[in-house]
C-alpha cells in the first residue's frame, strides 16, 4: 500500500517570490512520482514526473521537483512565482512494478495562491 | 490534450434516482479511471478498467458500478444515489505507468 502526505493544504506567497510545495510518501516498493496542477474549475494536467534517472526534474513552466529516496520525498520548487500560477497541486504516486498497480494515489492537495 | 470527454458536466439529481456518467476517449489507451474529488481529500480512485469487460474496485467504490463494452467509453453508474455521493467525477486515460491524462470533471450534486 501506498501514502502520500502533503504538508500544507494551503500556501500563500507574493508573487515573484519563491516557493516550496512539499509533499511526502510511503511505500514498500520503488515507485514513479508526479505532481499535477488543477487551475480552478478546470481537470487535472500533469506538471513533472519522475521515473527514473536524474532525480532533478523540471517543467516547461520553471517548476522543479527533486526525488529523495532517503527521506521518500518529493517537494516541488519555483524560484518566482507568476499570478498565474495560483491553483492547486497534487502530488500523485504509482509503484513501478505489479500488476494492476497503474492506479494513481493522491495527496489532499496544496493550494498555491500567489498575491500581488 | 488528450481526447477525453465527460457527460454530462453538471447534473442535479434527487436521492434515491440512479444516475450514470460517461467518459469518451479517443486515444485508444487500455486504461481508464473514475476518480472523485472532495475538499480536503483529493482525488480517490473508485473504479477502474484495464481492457474491455475488465473492471476492478479502488478505494472507495461502494456504492457505484462501472462498466466498458468499447475502448473507448467507460461508464459509471450509481444505483441509487446519496447525497454523500455529491462530488466533482473525473475520468482519466493511460496507456503506461508514466502518465494519467484526465478529463473535465462531472460535478454531481444530490439533494
Known amino acids: 500500500a501506498q501514502s502520500v502526505t502533503q504538508l500544507d493544504s494551503q500556501v500563500p506567497v507574493f508573487e515573484e517570490a519563491p516557493v516550496e510545495l512539499r509533499c511526502n510518501y510511503s511505500?514498500?516498493?520503488?515507485?514513479?512520482l508526479f505532481w499535477y496542477v488543477q487551475y480552478p474549475n478546470q481537470g487535472l494536467q500533469l506538471l513533472l514526473k519522475y521515473l527514473s534517472g536524474s532525480t532533478l526534474v523540471e517543467s516547461i513552466n520553471g517548476f522543479e521537483a527533486e526525488f529523495n529516496k532517503s527521506q521518500t520525498s518529493f517537494h516541488l520548487r519555483k524560484p518566482s512565482v507568476h499570478i498565474s500560477d495560483t491553483a492547486e497541486y497534487f502530488c500523485?504516486?504509482?509503484?513501478?512494478?505489479?500488476?494492476?498497480?497503474?492506479?494513481?494515489?493522491f495527496g489532499k492537495g496544496t493550494k498555491l495562491s500567489v498575491i500581488p | 490534450d488528450a481526447g477525453i470527454t465527460q457527460s454530462p458536466r453538471h447534473k442535479v439529481t434527487e436521492t434515491g434516482t440512479p444516475v450514470t456518467l460517461r467518459c469518451h476517449q479517443t486515444?485508444?489507451?487500455?486504461?481508464m479511471y473514475w476518480y472523485r474529488q472532495d475538499p480536503g481529500h483529493g482525488l480517490r480512485l473508485i473504479h477502474y478498467s484495464y481492457g474491455v469487460k475488465d473492471t476492478d474496485k479502488g478505494e472507495v467504490s461502494d456504492g457505484y458500478s462501472v462498466s466498458r463494452s468499447k475502448t473507448e467509453d467507460f461508464l459509471l453508474t450509481l444505483e441509487s444515489a446519496t447525497s454523500s455521493q455529491t462530488s466533482v467525477y473525473f475520468c482519466?486515460?493511460?496507456?503506461?505507468?508514466?502518465?494519467?491524462?484526465f478529463g473535465p470533471g462531472t460535478r454531481l450534486t444530490v439533494l
Open positions: 511505500s514498500s516498493v520503488s515507485v514513479y
Open positions: 500523485a504516486v504509482t509503484s513501478v512494478s505489479g500488476a494492476g498497480s497503474y492506479q494513481l494515489t
Open positions: 482519466a486515460i493511460s496507456e503506461s505507468k508514466d502518465t494519467q491524462y
Open positions: 486515444e485508444n489507451h487500455r486504461y
